[in-house]
């Protein structure tokens, strides 16, 4: 099939002596809006990407450099191989229960004649992205590989508006304020955080993130020379390997989601797609649900309970709370900033004696998990990664023998190849042992979600844990999320502050932190996000007893279809998720107030009972306030809801 003329005309003005002495290596989407060319100019590796007959990207180099040298050049190409195919599959957790996506593949085999080396370039084309990655053949005389630097650059048409995390280098947290701004005023050689949104000119969006990061370096995004070039993470302590490999091997997907709907990036299902299909065998122990998290709010008890602290009496208080209000797990974190498990570290940092494996005085694990099994409450703990990591098989055994179900994992703080590796076998130990694990001071999720369900969430973003110590998070910097940070999947937040105050009435505190957003934003917030494993962060007085807490018990955290009926970048969204015959929605805003509609075509026939809370007429004055309304509504209705200046609003729909 040929390119449509626009795109034609662009290319010929570009290269007009290439492109009549070479035929691009063209591959459509299913629906053919978007079209991937490939060809070698100059014998050097180059690829467009069009969408709907108009070029989003132009002539993007391809390229990399091994150790004993690159891969950028004097290259041959092969005769490519097409096909059609589908991903058609189950998830376990995620935003949707059963996935099918037709796609088409081509296969662009890649020799270089100096060097004898041999790599394969695989494109597939969704309907709603493009997704590539590098296949690293076996060579004769040489059984691994050293890749110094993967040079995919990505040159967008036009000026596009970029929404993004800037880094000072590749040791991070991933967490930080996001930045707007034009690509011209970006900064030259400065780190951005994958995934980052670009908004083109002709209002087309481009999320860019990867996919299925397996024994390889992250990969960030970064300016050079007016490109967005690909950029990965070092081996620690140096900055030339990135990655160590044996051959034959894969690079991650880079993916490219791309619409002129921006809700469309958040629906996808193409990060889970690019992935390995579930590697547990038995998947019924994976419980997706609510947690406590007691740090949070400062281990707040009531004044009758005895001796408070890292003791049964103190936990049984929160796995009380969780029972009557039908969350799933409690997580033993800490009290008077001091890990549940014995350590002479300072702070949360693991000291030369740092054990896991032994609870400090006083605290019997096997007692709190059998008492929350007793009660129907799992029990999880907070771990320091690097507490865990040299005992994790005899941790994870012993964590197993008492009755655990899962982890927080936290401060990696890193997602170089060796880290990656670390991580990937955490979660596959702790699959044998039955444990789910969340992510914490960790890099975004690449889709692994897929082939280990038991990964139920990954931080990589500034949440409202911050508020325990500095300038609240506001609700600018929340609309950001399901832009960005979201387009990779699952997004660890500390949801559930109860207590919003007005801007100026805001201070930090580390014991019951306050929130600068409505209410009804923090009931949205649960399905805006998607989140296996959804904190209940303030402690139970806070919640027993308030308007709006009955959403937070019946709201789930898995989710069988999702939809985006209302966006628009940086100013508000809309995200309506389904879970069995119910439906749930969340709306958040910005700073301004604003009305927004959201047509119910998604639901099925039939009429339906909604619970809708809205931000209150007073929240200027009291944020907690709000109104809760039930009514009768069909597919053919359109909720016209009423959002307040970083407001909110949450709607229940039951058959």
């Given at each position: 099939?040929?390119?449509?003329?626009?795109?034609?005309?662009?290319?010929?003005?570009?290269?007009?002596?290439?492109?009549?002495?070479?035929?691009?290596?063209?591959?459509?989407?299913?629906?053919?809006?978007?079209?991937?060319?490939?060809?070698?100019?100059?014998?050097?590796?180059?690829?467009?990407?069009?969408?709907?007959?108009?070029?989003?990207?132009?002539?993007?180099?391809?390229?990399?450099?091994?150790?004993?040298?690159?891969?950028?050049?004097?290259?041959?190409?092969?005769?490519?191989?097409f096909q059609d195919s589908t991903e058609d599959y189950t998830l376990v957790v995620g935003k949707a229960s059963h996935v099918h996506d037709s796609y088409r593949e081509v296969t662009i085999p890649l020799q270089q004649a100096a060097t004898k080396r041999k790599i394969n370039l695989v494109v597939r084309a969704f309907d709603d992205g493009l997704a590539f990655r590098y296949e690293f053949l076996s060579e004769q005389g040489s059984d691994s590989m050293v890749?110094?630097?993967?040079?995919?650059?990505?040159?967008?048409?036009?000026?596009?508006?970029?929404?993004?995390?800037?880094?000072?280098?590749?040791?991070?947290?991933?967490?930080?304020?996001?930045?707007?701004?034009?690509?011209?005023?970006?900064?030259?050689?400065?780190?951005?955080?994958?995934?980052?949104?670009?908004?083109?000119?002709?209002?087309?969006?481009?999320?860019?993130?990867?996919?299925?990061?397996?024994?390889?370096?992250?990969?960030?995004?970064?300016?050079?020379?007016?490109?967005?070039?690909?950029?990965?993470?070092?081996?620690?302590?140096?900055?030339?390997?990135?990655?160590?490999?044996?051959?034959?091997?894969?690079?991650?997907?880079?993916?490219?989601?791309?619409?002129?709907?921006?809700?469309?990036?958040?629906?996808?299902?193409?990060?889970?797609?690019?992935?390995?299909?579930?590697?547990?065998?038995?998947?019924?122990?994976?419980?997706?649900?609510?947690?406590?998290?007691?740090?949070?709010?400062?281990?707040?008890?009531?004044?009758?309970?005895?001796?408070?602290?890292?003791?049964?009496?103190?936990?049984?208080?929160?796995?009380?709370?969780?029972?009557?209000?039908?969350?799933?797990?409690?997580?033993?974190?800490?009290?008077?900033?001091?890990?549940?498990?014995?350590?002479?570290?300072?702070?949360?940092?693991?000291?030369?004696?740092?054990?896991?494996?032994?609870?400090?005085?006083?605290?019997?694990?096997?007692?709190?998990?059998?008492?929350?099994?007793?009660?129907?409450?799992?029990?999880?703990?907070?771990?320091?990664?690097?507490?865990?990591?040299?005992?994790?098989?005899?941790?994870?055994?012993?964590?197993?023998?008492?009755?655990?179900?899962?982890?927080?994992?936290?401060?990696?703080?890193?997602?170089?190849?060796?880290?990656?590796?670390?991580?990937?076998?955490?979660?596959?130990?702790?699959?044998?042992?039955?444990?789910?694990?969340?992510?914490?001071?960790?890099?975004?999720?690449?889709?692994?979600?897929?082939?280990?369900?038991?990964?139920?969430?990954?931080?990589?973003?500034?949440?409202?844990?911050?508020?325990?110590?500095?300038?609240?998070?506001?609700?600018?910097?929340?609309?950001?999320?399901?832009?960005?940070?979201?387009?990779?999947?699952?997004?660890?937040?500390?949801?559930?502050?109860?207590r919003a105050v007005p801007d100026s009435l805001y201070i930090a505190q580390y014991t019951r932190p306050l929130m600068l957003s409505t209410r009804c934003h923090m009931l949205a917030m649960y399905v805006v996000l998607q989140n296996a494993l959804s904190m209940v962060c303030d402690y139970p007085a806070a919640y027993e007893g308030q308007p709006g807490f009955e959403f937070i018990q019946q709201v789930p955290t898995n989710w069988d279809e999702t939809k985006?009926?209302?966006?628009?970048?940086?100013?508000?969204?809309?995200?309506?998720?389904?879970?069995?015959?119910?439906?749930?929605?969340?709306?958040?805003?910005?700073?301004?107030?604003?009305?927004?509609?959201?047509?119910?075509?998604?639901?099925?026939?039939?009429?339906?009972?909604?619970?809708?809370?809205?931000?209150?007429?007073?929240?200027?004055?009291?944020?907690?306030?709000?109104?809760?309304?039930?009514?009768?509504?069909?597919?053919?209705?359109?909720?016209?809801?009423?959002?307040?200046?970083?407001?909110?609003?949450?709607?229940?729909?039951?058959?």
């Amino acid at each position: 099939m040929n390119l449509p003329k626009k795109i034609f005309i662009a290319i010929c003005f570009i290269t007009p002596i290439i492109v009549a002495a070479q035929k691009p290596i063209q591959l459509f989407s299913p629906d053919k809006t978007l079209v991937f060319s490939f060809r070698l100019i100059n014998k050097a590796p180059v690829y467009s990407v069009a969408y709907k007959g108009n070029i989003i990207i132009n002539n993007s180099t391809l390229g990399l450099v091994f150790s004993d040298g690159s891969f950028t050049d004097n290259l041959q190409m092969q005769k490519p191989v097409f096909q059609d195919s589908t991903e058609d599959y189950t998830l376990v957790v995620g935003k949707a229960s059963h996935v099918h996506d037709s796609y088409r593949e081509v296969t662009i085999p890649l020799q270089q004649a100096a060097t004898k080396r041999k790599i394969n370039l695989v494109v597939r084309a969704f309907d709603d992205g493009l997704a590539f990655r590098y296949e690293f053949l076996s060579e004769q005389g040489s059984d691994s590989m050293v890749i110094t630097d993967e040079n995919t650059t990505y040159n967008f048409a036009g000026n596009p508006i970029v929404n993004a995390l800037f880094l000072p280098n590749y040791t991070s947290s991933h967490e930080g304020p996001y930045s707007t701004l034009p690509l011209s005023d970006v900064k030259e050689d400065t780190l951005m955080d994958m995934p980052v949104l670009f908004q083109l000119p002709n209002n087309v969006f481009v999320g860019v993130t990867e996919a299925a990061l397996l024994d390889y370096a992250g990969s960030y995004l970064s300016k050079e020379h007016g490109i967005i070039t690909g950029k990965l993470s070092p081996w620690p302590g140096q900055t030339t390997v990135k990655v160590r490999a044996s051959l034959p091997h894969k690079s991650p997907w880079r993916v490219l989601l791309i619409s002129d709907r921006v809700g469309a990036l958040i629906e996808s299902n193409i990060i889970t797609d690019l992935n390995e299909p579930c590697k547990i065998q038995d998947v019924s122990w994976i419980k997706p649900g609510t947690s406590t998290f007691p740090w949070w709010n400062g281990n707040v008890v009531p004044d009758t309970i005895n001796a408070p602290g890292n003791n049964f009496v103190t936990n049984q208080y929160y796995i009380d709370f969780c029972a009557r209000n039908h969350i799933a797990y409690h997580s033993v974190v800490e009290y008077g900033l001091h890990q549940w498990y014995t350590d002479d570290g300072v702070g949360f940092q693991p000291g030369p004696h740092a054990d896991v494996t032994t609870p400090v005085p006083g605290l019997n694990m096997k007692e709190i998990c059998d008492y929350g099994r007793s009660v129907g409450v799992g029990i999880r703990v907070w771990v320091h990664f690097y507490a865990l990591y040299p005992k994790l098989d005899t941790a994870f055994a012993i964590f197993e023998k008492w009755g655990l179900q899962g982890m927080m994992v936290d401060f990696m703080d890193r997602d170089d190849q060796l880290m990656v590796n670390m991580q990937t076998e955490i979660l596959q130990k702790a699959a044998a042992h039955h444990l789910h694990i969340q992510f914490h001071g960790a890099y975004k999720p690449t889709g692994l979600s897929r082939t280990y369900p038991n990964e139920f969430t990954r931080e990589g973003t500034r949440n409202y844990e911050v508020n325990k110590w500095g300038p609240g998070l506001t609700a600018d910097h929340d609309i950001n999320m399901p832009f960005t940070r979201l387009l990779a999947g699952s997004t660890d937040y500390h949801l559930g502050g109860f207590r919003a105050v007005p801007d100026s009435l805001y201070i930090a505190q580390y014991t019951r932190p306050l929130m600068l957003s409505t209410r009804c934003h923090m009931l949205a917030m649960y399905v805006v996000l998607q989140n296996a494993l959804s904190m209940v962060c303030d402690y139970p007085a806070a919640y027993e007893g308030q308007p709006g807490f009955e959403f937070i018990q019946q709201v789930p955290t898995n989710w069988d279809e999702t939809k985006v009926p209302a966006a628009r970048v940086r100013e508000y969204v809309a995200v309506a998720r389904k879970s069995n015959n119910d439906w749930y929605v969340g709306a958040i805003t910005n700073h301004d107030a604003r009305q927004v509609t959201i047509p119910l075509n998604f639901l099925g026939d039939g009429n339906y009972t909604a619970d809708i809370y809205t931000d209150a007429p007073d929240v200027n004055i009291n944020p907690n306030h709000l109104v809760k309304e039930t009514r009768t509504v069909t597919k053919l209705d359109v909720l016209t809801l009423q959002l307040a200046k970083s407001g909110g609003a949450a709607v229940h729909i039951r058959k």
